[in-house]
């Protein structure tokens, strides 16, 4: 009995590990969004990308503490654009 028990729970691991191959690649993402939303949140995560880098620049002594001010001014108001641009 504990074999099969074992078995069952191996089968269904199997199962829940392998759902992402089984997935069709053509389905990601939502098939109907807009492809300007979707531009705009790939700006959106470069932007938010680009501002947790400045600010390592800034730690790491690469910037200087106004040079840092003023990209990240500039950088968190187009990402300000960028959320706006994305509400409903």
Same mark, same amino acid.
């Given at each position: 009995?504990?074999?099969?028990?074992?078995?069952?729970?191996?089968?269904?691991?199997?199962?829940?590990?392998?759902?992402?191959?089984?997935?069709?690649?053509?389905?990601?993402?939502?098939?109907?969004?807009?492809?300007?939303?979707?531009? /705009?949140? +790939?700006?959106?995560? &470069?932007?938010? *990308? %680009?501002?947790?880098?400045?600010?390592?620049?800034r730690e790491q002594g690469k910037l200087s503490e106004d040079d840092?001010r003023r990209h990240d001014a500039e /950088?968190? +108001?187009?990402?300000? &654009?960028?959320? *706006? %641009?994305?509400?409903?």
């Amino acid at each position: 009995m504990e074999i099969v028990i074992a078995l069952a729970l191996v089968v269904a691991l199997a199962w829940f590990v392998g759902a992402p191959l089984r997935r069709d690649p053509g389905s990601e993402g939502a098939p109907s969004e807009d492809p300007r939303t979707a531009e /705009l949140e +790939a700006r959106k995560e &470069a932007l938010y *990308r %680009q501002i947790r880098d400045a600010e390592l620049d800034r730690e790491q002594g690469k910037l200087s503490e106004d040079d840092w001010r003023r990209h990240d001014a500039e /950088l968190r +108001a187009e990402a300000i &654009a960028v959320l *706006r %641009q994305l509400e409903p």
